[in-house]
């Protein structure tokens, strides 16, 4: 009975927070809202029919995003993989581990835009300063999770290697990779899918791929243009979400 | 008449928590097994067996107390290579890795005789790869030697197992309640085929076996363990349902520290 009146009194308290924030962030603010409401039915009418005349343009840009996400998750990947191994502790001491591991959170703080805005200072504007961001996002997301599966592997299996005198890369090869290598490529999809959709945003800042022409096509409230481009990323998104199921289905059973 | 200790053990102390608020899991353990034979250890649940296989193969630390195996002394990670290798351990999930096939699986076992990095672009030397398969062979599973081993039933895993320790080239095998999985028959078979093994290649052999019959069939000399102390150590063949219950049963009214045969000498009752 006490467990349950605290329990209680803890999602009473979590409401209670919940409604405060929304206060101070104008959710009760009715005026704003009916206005925003207004807004809502104007863009969208802006936005009908949408101007199918940038089509090739549009296209050449949905391309490079796509080869902003697939060459950063891929780079972000490579580099995971060896950062994953150095942070497992069933393989290296802990100093060493815990080293690996606060610098793969740092790498981890800095949001992809934020990188972005870096590298086009470091390399320019342009799709290669996308890609380095992509990839160092990836690196801060994949080496944690990477380091987490590694070590969640059977411990027995590791020591069973361990008896017969393996070193560390055969434990790396023929142990942990095996063991993990499902998960381990089910997140690179799932990471994939994620950089799809962020490298639709960097252009943003100048670093390449389909988000250069949507903010143009916002600042000059060409809107109907805008639309054209939102449902390329939709399409784009949904179909990268379909074939990354099947790959799944296909490939990665879960056992 | 008997020939020189391949594992000794001398007053071991262990516990999994930080000593002395947590409780001894093994309490001055001694034991020396000659070279060449098989021995069991018997026990109740939670008595320490497969903690004390651990630290005879090198594997726990003990808080007090030596180890010495082939007469080198065991540490955790301070053990040189050319001993590792000749100590096999077997655990009681077998330890397999379910992702790589049979003979892959048995050739780990080479792991630490082939240190560079061709093993790891998956090319092992002609004659290990050529052994694995005699092993497989041998213990009539060669068929499977390509079938992933999460694809494999129960006692084949067992026999990969064993033929990925015999491939290590060991002189000291340990394992662990390795059969317990499976059923009277199929266990009897894989420990003859085992014992077959070490006899022909005068391996030391100790496990942690639970049933009965199987000890006093296959076995040289069995321990119990109780409570983390030796109470009892004898002949495979005098073993006996009833007897094994009567030292159980003797030793629950009594103080473990007063158990006959804890310092490892033989006692014939």
Known sequence: MKALRRESIVYGALLLLLALVLGQLGFFDPTRLSRGVVNLITFSKDMIPPDVTILPLAGRALFETVQMAFAGTFLGFLLSLPLGILGTRTLFPPPFVLTVRVIVGVIRTIPSLLWAVLFVIVVGLGPLAGTLALAFYTVGYLAKLYAEFFEGVDPEIVEAAKGVGANRLHLARFVIWPESANSVLSQLLFMFEYNIRASAILGFVGAGGIGFYMQAYLNTLSYQRLATLLMMIFALVLAMDLLSTWIRKRYLPTT | ?269
């Open chain 2, 1 to 269: 008449m008997r020939s020189p200790a391949a594992v000794r053990a001398h007053d071991v102390w262990f516990t999994y928590g930080s000593p002395p608020s947590a409780g001894w899991v093994l309490r001055g353990i001694s034991l020396e097994v000659p070279q060449g034979c098989f021995w069991a250890i018997l026990g109740p649940s939670g008595a320490g067996k497969t903690t004390l296989v651990k630290i005879l193969a090198g594997l726990l630390t003990p808080h007090r107390g030596e180890v010495e195996v082939l007469g080198l002394p065991i540490e955790q990670g301070r053990i040189p290579q050319h001993l590792r290798q000749k100590i096999g351990y077997i655990p009681q999930q077998l330890g397999l890795v379910r992702g790589l096939t049979a003979l892959e699986n048995v050739l780990l076992g080479s792991l630490g005789r082939n240190t560079g990095l061709l093993p790891v672009l998956g090319l092992f030397p002609k004659a290990d790869v050529k052994r694995a398969m005699e092993y497989l062979e041998l213990l009539g599973i060669a068929h499977k030697a390509h079938e992933k081993v999460f694809r494999l039933s129960g006692g084949e895993r067992q026999r990969v197992a064993i033929a990925r320790t015999l491939l290590q080239g060991p002189k000291v095998i340990f394992a662990d309640e390795f059969v317990s999985d499976l059923d009277l028959l199929r266990a009897g078979q894989i420990i003859e085929t085992m014992r077959h093994f070490v006899k022909r290649d005068g391996i030391t052999f100790l496990l942690n076996l639970h049933e009965i019959q199987l000890v006093q069939e296959f076995a040289d000399e069995f321990l119990i363990l109780k409570e983390g102390t030796i109470v009892y150590q004898g002949e495979a063949r005098s073993l006996t349902m009833s007897l094994f219950q009567e030292v159980l049963e003797y030793h629950g009214e009594s103080s473990p520290s007063c158990a006959v045969g804890a310092l490892g000498n033989r006692v014939d009752l």
